[in-house]
């Protein structure tokens, strides 16, 4: 069979405790991989596939196995298999590419898929506002705060890492933002601005754990590919059309 479709999905924060339990949400990730493999030429992890990674020298984190074997498995079979960080799983240094063969972007991408112009990203970050984040995301990065938090013991480390994005989701609420209209989205704002100078046909973006398309203007559209841990959606493209589905759980 032809491989001709390539699939979007971002969010799966495994790791994460949840109304269903991450290695239930694993199991199932890798259930819908394994569901489209005969079809997949492209696969996009959009970021945050993990709610927190960090890879010391000779350690990652605890976890993963079943998703992490079932990637390199694909990838040996010849399916092109992209990771995008996120604002959770940004600290990849090398160990994801080598074990299991993903190419890993670490700022958004754009990429020619069967003809159409793709504007690929996470989204954290992007457009003219959340200058809090960035303000945060700069020292996220910064190399000698990896650097310290490299000398923390793992166990201290990844447990203190868990318990501030648990905090942090369900204080501020973050997995259940609803959108919030086309002049109030700092992606759709974003998108928007980019399209003044440069056409795209889809602007593919995570993050903020919403199913939506927007169209923009001239046949060019936004999406948000939802998340693992509610709507367990995904995007799929057969060259001619762009489906938003959702798994069935």
């Not at 590419?97 to 003809?115: A, C, L, R, S």
């Not at 490299?150 to 201290?156: A, F, S």
């Not at 259940?176 to 086309?182: A, K, P, Q, S, V």
Request: charged content about 25%; hydrophobic content about 40%.
């Amino acid at each position: 069979m032809e491989k001709t479709n390539t699939y979007f999905v971002s969010d799966a924060h495994l790791g994460l405790p949840a109304e269903i339990d991450s290695i239930s949400r694993e199991k199932m990730l890798v259930d819908w991989l394994y569901s489209i493999k005969d079809k997949a030429k492209k696969i996009i992890l959009l970021g945050d596939i993990f709610d927190f990674w960090f890879e010391y020298k000779k350690v990652v984190p605890k976890g993963f196995t079943r998703l992490l074997g079932t990637i390199g498995l694909l990838i040996d079979e010849g399916v092109d298999i992209h990771f995008f960080i996120g604002n959770h799983d940004m600290w990849t240094f090398g160990y994801l590419q080598e074990e299991t063969g993903m190419t890993v972007h670490y700022k958004p991408q754009i990429m020619n898929i069967d003809g159409k112009k793709f504007y690929i990203a996470h989204g954290d970050g992007l457009g003219p506002y959340d200058k809090g984040y960035k303000r945060l995301k700069a020292i996220f990065t910064n190399k000698i705060a990896r650097f310290s938090f490299r000398w923390l013991h793992p166990d201290i480390g990844v447990t203190l890492a868990h318990a501030w994005s648990h905090k942090s989701r369900y204080e501020y609420g973050e997995d259940h933002i609803d959108f919030l209209g086309e002049e109030k989205e700092n992606l759709v704002i974003y998108a928007k601005e980019i399209l003044k100078s440069e056409h795209y046909d889809y602007f593919i973006f995570g993050h903020r754990h919403i199913t939506n398309t927007i169209k923009l203007k001239n046949n060019s559209f936004l999406f948000y590919t939802g998340d693992w841990l509610k709507t367990f959606s995904y995007l799929e493209f057969d060259g001619k059309n762009m489906n938003l589905k959702y798994w069935n759980k």
